[in-house]
C-alpha cells in the first residue's frame, strides 16, 4: 500500500555535500515522523536524524551542525542535507517513516523502510 524510496546517495569526497530524499507513495493520510539511519558494514544501524508531524528535529551528536532533516509536505518527501562530509560517514543510509494510510475503508498506521541508498565519502 505505501512504498518509500529513497535517492541521492553516491560517492564524494571528505568536505563535500549529498542530498538524500525519501520519498513516500500509496494511498498516504499522514506521516506522523520519518527518520535516517544508517548501517556501516559490520556496524549496527543507528539513527542518524528525525523529523515529527510537528517539525522537531533530532539529530545524532556526530552530525549535528553538518546535516539537516526537512520536509515537504505537499510531495510527501523527506531531505537529508548533508554537508561537510567525513569518510566515517560512509554507510548505507535508509529512511524510516511512520504512515498512517487508508485501505479497503480502514486506517491503518505502520512503519516502512526504504531500500536504502549507498553513501561513500573518499578521503
Known amino acids: 500500500q505505501v512504498q518509500l524510496v529513497e535517492s541521492g546517495g553516491g560517492l564524494v569526497q571528505a568536505g563535500g555535500s549529498l542530498r538524500l530524499s525519501c520519498a513516500a507513495s500509496?494511498?498516504?493520510?499522514?506521516?506522523?515522523?520519518m527518520g535516517w539511519y544508517r548501517q556501516a558494514p559490520g556496524k549496527q544501524r543507528d539513527s542518524v536524524a528525525s523529523?515529527?508531524?510537528?517539525?522537531?528535529?533530532v539529530y545524532a551528536d556526530s552530525v549535528k551542525g553538518r546535516f539537516t532533516i526537512s520536509r515537504d509536505n505537499a510531495k510527501n518527501t523527506r531531505y537529508l542535507q548533508m554537508n561537510s562530509l567525513k569518510p566515517e560517514d560512509t554507510a548505507v543510509y535508509y529512511c524510516n517513516a511512520n504512515i498512517t494510510y487508508y485501505s479497503g475503508g480502514y486506517y491503518y498506521t505502520e512503519d516502512y523502510w526504504g531500500q536504502g541508498t549507498q553513501v561513500t565519502v573518499s578521503s
Open positions: 523529523i515529527s508531524s510537528g517539525g522537531r528535529t
Open positions: 500509496g494511498s498516504i493520510s499522514s506521516i506522523r515522523a
